[in-house]
């Protein structure tokens, strides 16, 4: 079936670094992915939907200068979150779907990021 | 009032038991419904599409009642394997953007 990565699966960064974190569909072409943050227990909360090839729609609430969001390519969506800081430790979940099937989602297997 | 709600649980329930979750959601154009599984620590996958008819896949089985606005998952002859967070999920008419509920909590204990 299709599938998408994610990478890396755990990071750990020190506070005020940024960090990277990439979302490839392996088998299909996705113009739109989504980027999700969970916390313990808490349910899947959408930060940003992201276009390929134009600006990613932020969530009320969350800072675009902080989460940056690029979508070079129809099978590649990067999320890099700026300055970090000890409250934005969480599990960072992508899904994507394939063009045209906007009701099939396929996720990514998340990030867990520890800000230290 | 949220878009789509759940009880969060947890549901603890012996083997072999019978369990019903549901999950409510406000918008009567939603069109599409799914439930997904999620485990601990890990990332969400899809258990079944929710049709009109219902729709049945071994031991789960799944139900939308339109007029109440809930979908249904009914899991028969609970195995310990089946303690897990399910969450259910909507797409309302002309969106692309699904809406989650928080997850009901399941589980199943010897």
């Known amino acids: 079936g299709a599938v998408v990565s994610q990478h890396p699966s755990r990071v750990i960064c020190k506070s005020g670094t940024s960090v990277k974190i990439e979302c490839r569909s392996l088998d299909f072409q996705a113009t739109t992915m989504f980027w999700y943050r969970q916390f313990p227990k808490q349910s899947l909360m959408l930060m940003a939907t992201s276009n390929e090839g134009s600006k990613a729609t932020y969530e009320q609430g969350v800072e675009k200068d902080k989460f940056l969001i690029n979508h070079a390519s129809l099978t590649l969506s990067t999320l890099t979150v700026t300055s970090a800081h000890p409250e934005d430790s969480s599990f960072y979940i992508c899904s994507a779907s394939p063009t045209g099937q906007g009701n099939t989602i396929y996720f990514g297997e998340g990030s867990w990021l520890t800000v230290v | 009032r949220k878009e789509v709600e759940q009880d969060p649980g947890p549901f603890n329930v012996p083997e072999g038991a019978t369990v019903a979750f549901n999950c409510t959601y406000s918008?009567?154009?939603?069109?599409?419904f799914f439930w997904y599984r999620q485990d601990c620590r890990k990332e969400p996958k899809l258990l079944m599409s929710?049709?009109?008819s219902g729709n049945e896949d071994g031991r789960f089985t799944a139900q939308l009642n339109r007029a109440s606005q809930y979908i249904s998952l009914l899991i028969r002859d609970s195995k310990l394997s089946d303690s897990a967070t399910y969450l259910c999920?909507?797409?309302?008419?002309?969106?692309?953007?699904?809406?989650f509920g928080r997850g009901t909590s399941l589980i199943v204990h010897p």
């Open positions: 999920v909507v797409f309302s008419g002309g969106s692309y953007i699904p809406t």
């Open positions: 918008n009567s154009a939603s069109q599409s």
């Open positions: 929710v049709y009109s």
